[in-house]
């Protein structure tokens, strides 16, 4: 039995629950909240040294913990919402923690005693914030990063919810993520480029306001949600079963399904009788000995006994784990991309016309447009297309396998422009000129940011997809909050790699035209290519659990 119920009765019990009524709800508030913690995060760096006075490298150290941390709490939040509060409690109090954060940050903007004074111009020496300065300025930092994480993949879990065909929460996901990158390009440009060019305190007024309104558009559905009441810690359920599992290691096992303990006030069926045989060393957890009931048919020794269901998610989580750590080694070359392809970019030409010159941090933007709009082509063309040509929907696997493909060709043409870049810069001997600007247009970066900008539109919603169908539904916000980790443990991976590149090789000095950029991404190709049949291999060996028995549900 499901550690999670569906609540059925609400204070306007007349009106429509559940389904698309619920989507103009859920997505405005995925918009404002994305938006408003975008704008902040991507200009913190400039904001530390140019407002606060900090350092480069204290600035880029705090950004990294920043977005490092980012990554990584949505699964802090994922677990208070399975075990403890629920989706929607979950969003609406981290949405509210959010916008006091970004509302200190507001403040730090506009109110000149909560800042440092600033640098005279040519001048070396630059006073340091005071410690009720550092105070504000990191409460603000710390909360709203708090609250950004603990909404971002909360609410994809509430969204899905909200739908029974994993059909429907495919179509969903889509959304989402389109949603989400759209924002994260206005907060990426035009909020950049209010606080760069008009003023700190418009923009992060914007990004309070942006907090503000998604907090409001949220709570105006509640009234049309389907709530999901927590009862208890699944992963308490998950540690009983290794426990008991342990400790009855020498009991024989049993072939007849009434050794097995179900549920007392559940109806025994076929199914639920007896657990199956895979990962056999785990039905001993739910194999009945004597003293583990109790009179009224429950379970007497918590840490001794399991119901059948519990260790079949058990056997969920093992089967699941090598796809989704096959997806780490998909997100690392991405994380690596991002920061080498800022580094080529500022040794390149950057003008469009005479007027215009692309910032450097801005060509990232590239890959969240092209994620958009083909998140926006599968969901409308290519998934129609596909189910007309093959009868059947595209699965999740499916969709994660193009990705890694697309993945693998960025990286190599990643290695083949800065191939060419390098020859550029060796015709004209500027090898030993850090500074210089090589005549080559940073517009050919363009075509390997589009082909991992549409490998991302095809695998991340694959991904929370195919982790929302198939992990136990006591777990489903913990699901799409995987995601989170895998670009969490990605980004710090790929420190990792690029700080051991750079003490075991010669490929990564700090001056990149004495470098061989293009080594690193033949060998993020090879990986790249290693990692998609290590990927097949557990895509083939898969077999999937609840989406073949929804659809065959959804199809009755």
């Known amino acids: 039995m499901d550690t999670l119920d569906r609540e059925t009765q609400t204070p306007n019990s007349g009106r429509e629950q559940g389904g698309w009524i619920t989507f103009p709800f859920i997505i405005g508030a995925l918009a404002g909240l994305t938006l408003a913690g975008g704008g902040w995060v991507a200009n913190l760096i400039v904001y530390l040294i140019e ?10 150290q705090v950004s990294n913990i920043v977005n490092g941390g980012s990554s990584l709490f949505p699964i802090v939040g994922a677990i208070i919402a399975d075990s403890f509060l629920g989706c929607f409690s979950v969003i609406s109090i981290f949405s509210c923690i959010s916008l006091l954060g970004t509302g200190f940050l507001a403040l730090t903007a506009t109110l ?10 040519g001048s070396s020496f630059c006073k340091a914030p005071s410690k009720v300065q550092f105070l504000v300025l990191y409460a603000g930092i710390a909360l709203a990063s708090i609250g950004q994480g603990g909404t971002r993949f909360t609410l994809a879990t509430m969204g899905a919810n909200q739908f029974h065909k994993p059909q429907q929460q495919g179509i969903f996901f889509n959304w989402y993520f389109f949603t989400q990158y759209t924002a994260s390009v206005v907060s990426s440009t035009a909020v950049v480029y209010i606080e760069d060019n008009l003023s700190w305190g418009l923009g992060f007024g914007i990004c309070v306001a942006a907090n503000f309104i998604g907090l409001a558009i949220f709570l105006l559905g509640n009234r049309f949600y389907l709530h999901d009441k927590p009862q208890g810690s699944p992963f308490m359920n998950i540690a009983r079963v290794m426990v008991a599992a342990f400790k009855k290691r020498n009991f024989p096992l049993s072939s007849m399904g009434e050794d097995y303990y179900n549920e007392h006030n559940q109806a025994m069926t076929l199914d639920a009788a007896a657990p199956k045989k895979s990962f056999s060393f785990l039905n001993r957890a739910s194999l009945k000995a004597e003293g583990d009931i109790g009179s009224d048919g429950s379970i007497a020794k918590t840490w001794s006994l399991c119901t059948v269901q519990h260790v079949e998610d058990m056997k969920t989580l093992i089967r699941i784990f090598p796809l989704w750590s096959s997806s780490i080694l998909l997100g690392t070359p991405i994380a690596i991309q991002a920061s080498l392809t800022i580094l080529q970019a500022l040794s390149m030409d950057r003008h469009l016309g005479q007027h215009f010159k692309i910032p450097a941090g801005s060509i990232l933007v590239i890959e969240l447009i092209f994620s958009s709009i083909f998140l926006t082509l599968i969901d409308r063309f290519l998934c129609p297309m596909w189910q007309k040509l093959t009868r059947k929907s595209p699965s999740a696997l499916q969709r994660i396998g193009i990705g890694h493909v697309l993945n693998v060709l960025g990286m190599a043409v990643s290695a083949l422009v800065e191939s060419k870049r390098l020859k550029m810069v060796h015709a004209h001997h500027l090898q030993s000129q850090p500074n210089s600007i090589v005549a080559m247009l940073a517009l050919w970066l363009f075509p390997q940011l589009v082909l ?6 095809f695998h991340f ?10 992990f136990p539904a006591s777990l489903r916000s913990t699901a799409t909050a995987m995601i989170a980790m895998i670009i969490g443990i990605s980004f710090y991976l790929s420190t990792a790699i690029i700080d051991f590149l750079r003490r ?4 990564l000095p700090d001056n990149i035209n004495n470098g061989r950029l293009d080594h690193v991404y033949w060998a993020l190709t090879v990986a790249g290519l290693l990692n998609f049949g290590y990927y097949l291999a557990c895509a083939r060996l898969y077999k999937y659990q609840n989406v073949e028995k929804e659809v065959a549900d959804s199809s009755g």
Do not use: H, M
């Not at 000149?112 to 111009?121: G, K, Y």
């Open 51 to 60: 407002v606060f006075n900090l350092k480069s490298i204290d600035a880029a």
């Open 504 to 507: 075991v090789t010669s490929w």
């Open 461 to 470: 919603p694959g991904q929370v997809a195919l982790y929302y169908q198939e």
């Open 452 to 457: 991992v900008g549409i490998g991302e539109a």
């Open 112 to 121: 000149n005693s909560l800042r440092p004074q600033p640098c005279n111009d």
